[in-house]
């Protein structure tokens, strides 16, 4: 029986499926409908892999911080949408290091805790538009201590 892998191993993994995706991410870029599809499919190794520890930011909204309630892990860039700078910088740079591939989907793929109620209804703003969780956060009024700094430091801030 196989043992554990470790998440440096589990993310080398992703990134090499990852590499062998590009010819098709290359394909279908330029199709808005074929593009969103790809995205969508191929977005659970993100999730997979940000359950592990390193993917938690630390981050906390107020409302959760002010709770005696159990919190919701939130990605503040959802996965299908991450996936899309994650291949877009590995389109510009194929050759890259299980280093470089680990800072990128740390930087894109990081989870916030929100309470379930804020979870909730960034889930169904998100689903109705295109701007990212964060980018919802300030308009459904939830303010996340530190986000905006983290965003800055990681230069992800678009």
């Known amino acids: 029986m196989a043992g554990k892998f470790t998440i440096t191993e589990k ?9 062998a995706l590009l010819p098709r991410y290359r394909e279908v ?5 074929l ?3 790809f995205m969508s499919r191929n977005r659970n190794p993100l999730w997979d892999l940000s359950s592990n520890k390193i ?13 005696y309630e159990k919190g919701v892990e939130d990605h503040f860039i959802q996965r299908t949408k991450s996936m899309k700078i994650v ?5 510009e740079n194929p050759d890259m290091s299980v280093e470089e591939f680990t800072k990128l989907i740390i930087d894109y793929s990081s989870t916030i ?15 109705n538009n295109d701007m990212l969780n ?3 956060y300030n308009v ?3 303010e996340v201590v530190g986000l905006s700094e983290f965003m800055v430091e990681r230069n992800i801030l678009f």
């Open 11 to 19: 993310i080398n993994e992703t990134l090499k499926d990852f590499k």
């Open 140 to 142: 459904l009024g939830i």
């Open 29 to 33: 870029k330029n199709d808005v409908k």
């Open 55 to 67: 993917f938690k930011t630390g981050l906390k909204s107020v409302a959760f911080l002010e709770s």
């Open 134 to 136: 964060y980018q919802a």
């Open 87 to 91: 291949f877009h910088k590995l389109d």
């Open 35 to 37: 593009f969103q599809l």
């Open 113 to 127: 805790t929100l309470t379930k109620e804020e979870h909730s209804k960034v889930t169904s703003f998100a689903k």
